[in-house]
């Protein structure tokens, strides 16, 4: 009887209503979370010698060695992170092992995938002990599967320790005709020589922020978003040579910005980065001479939240693209701006002389060094600032400062244009 009634209670009580209808919104929400999402650097990762940005020179290299059987046994790929060194070990084990076969396609994408039960992906961080090096070794002497070659990929190989390095020479040096090695490092003075001569070292360079660029217009293109070549542009320069790390970024621009567009507005306020045209006004105050303006932009910078030693930086890598275009010309691969910063850096370069900028950068550096020691750092910044602005006449001071002995923090002047001195 009592259960019969407990049944009655509970009919005739309200159902509890879900989590998401209680809470606006995360009902729509919801199914889009749990979709599974790939990151940019993942999707887009280089699958052929073609689409390893950069490092031209060493695809076709591999190619070559491929095509006329010229393979060695043990390979050292040395460079910075995110410049496709372990992208282009997955490329030549997949040109090695699965080439030419029925099967070809279906090996060649486990090896992509990191997969493949005769391409051993191993990493040197998390299995760097001689233990794991003699696991390697009596691997190594088991037959392939079904391809032509056991290949062993180790990726950060200089956590390997000494003993496990040790452990690996006489392998390394006369390995079974079936195994290759292909080790990859960033920091390749840690690799003993004695590895390293039984290897064939390729060093993959940083890549250019143009074409960091030009790779990310075609991910965004594919996409289907919308963005602004400045923006694209300074994603590039802040990778500072790792395609990986461009695309890291720019997924995270793409995760602000929903359904809009990627301007150079977004990338300020979610990587916290001054605005860009702020530091051009200031630069091109001080090629006119304008110390007021100059000195009006310094404060919106620092209003903004940059950091007196971030303007610094900013204002040296803004002479320095300056002193680039003056010298080689606006239109040089070595200026890296979208063409519309290109012509303002065209028209700001012919406020300076080459050796003006220069001599700014030096400045700007000796000034940087002085406000992380100082208890008035932003009395240092303005006055370096005015003295940017006011330069010419400045240059007798210098002179005699370099005549009887320049002070510190006061290097001579180089005026940018020729001012009469002051009566």
């Known amino acids: 009887m009592a259960s019969s009634t407990k049944k009655k209670k509970d009919a005739d009580a309200p159902a509890e209503e879900p989590a998401s209808s209680l809470i606006p919104g995360l009902e729509d929400a919801a199914p889009a979370a749990t979709k599974s999402y790939t990151v940019l650097a993942r999707r887009y990762r280089s699958r052929t010698f073609d689409e390893v940005v950069g490092q ?13 059987g010229r ?20 490329i030549f084990a997949r040109a090695l092992n699965a080439h030419g076969q029925v099967q070809a396609r279906e090996i060649g994408d486990a090896i992509m995938r990191g997969e493949d039960i005769d391409v051993v992906e191993i990493d040197g961080a998390s299995n760097r002990g001689i233990d794991d090096a003699r696991d390697l070794i009596a691997g ?3 037959a392939p599967a079904r391809s032509a070659y056991k290949i062993y990929i180790i990726d950060e190989v200089h956590m390997l320790t000494t003993p496990a390095f040790n452990a690996l020479l006489k392998t390394m040096e006369e390995p079974p005709a079936h195994v290759k090695f292909i080790l990859c490092t960033t920091e390749a003075h840690k690799v003993p020589a004695t590895i390293q001569s039984r290897c064939q ?8 922020a143009t074409k960091i660029s030009g790779h990310l217009k075609d991910v965004l293109a594919k996409e289907s978003i919308a963005a602004d070549d400045a923006a694209v542009m300074q994603v590039a320069r802040l990778a500072n040579g790792s395609m990986r790390d461009g695309l890291s970024l720019l997924d995270r621009l793409v995760a602000a910005s929903g359904d809009g567009r990627i301007t150079a507005q977004l990338l300020s306020e979610v990587l ?9 006004a200031l630069v091109s105050a001080i090629g006119t001479g304008d110390a007021r303006s100059a000195l009006e932009h310094c404060a919106a910078l620092l209003e903004g939240g940059t950091s007196i030693e971030q303007a610094l930086e900013l204002m040296a890598d803004r002479f320095r693209t300056l002193m680039v275009a003056a010298v080689c010309g606006a239109d040089s691969e070595l200026v890296e701006l979208a063409e519309e910063a290109r012509a303002d850096a065209a028209r700001d370069a012919k406020s300076f002389e080459p050796a003006t900028l220069a001599h700014l950068i030096a400045v700007s550096d000796a000034v940087l060094r002085a406000v992380k ?38 290097p001579p002047g180089l005026p940018a244009k ?6």
């Open 201 to 208: 070292r390729f060093d993959f360079r940083n890549i250019a």
């Open 272 to 280: 916290g980065m001054p605005d860009a045209s702020v530091v051009a």
């Open 418 to 423: 020729k001012a009469p001195r002051p009566m």
């Open 56 to 68: 031209e020179s060493i695809s076709r290299t591999l190619q070559n060695a491929i095509s006329t």
């Open 373 to 410: 020691q100082s208890g008035a750092p932003r009395t240092l910044f303005d006055a370096a600032v005015v003295r940017m602005a006011l330069a010419a006449r400045f240059a007798p001071v210098g002179e005699a400062a370099a005549a009887g002995g320049s002070a510190a923090g006061a």
């Open 71 to 90: 393979t060695a046994h043990a390979y050292l790929f040395c460079g910075t992170r995110g410049v496709g060194k372990t992208s282009m070990a997955r």
């Open 140 to 142: 190594a002497g088991i």
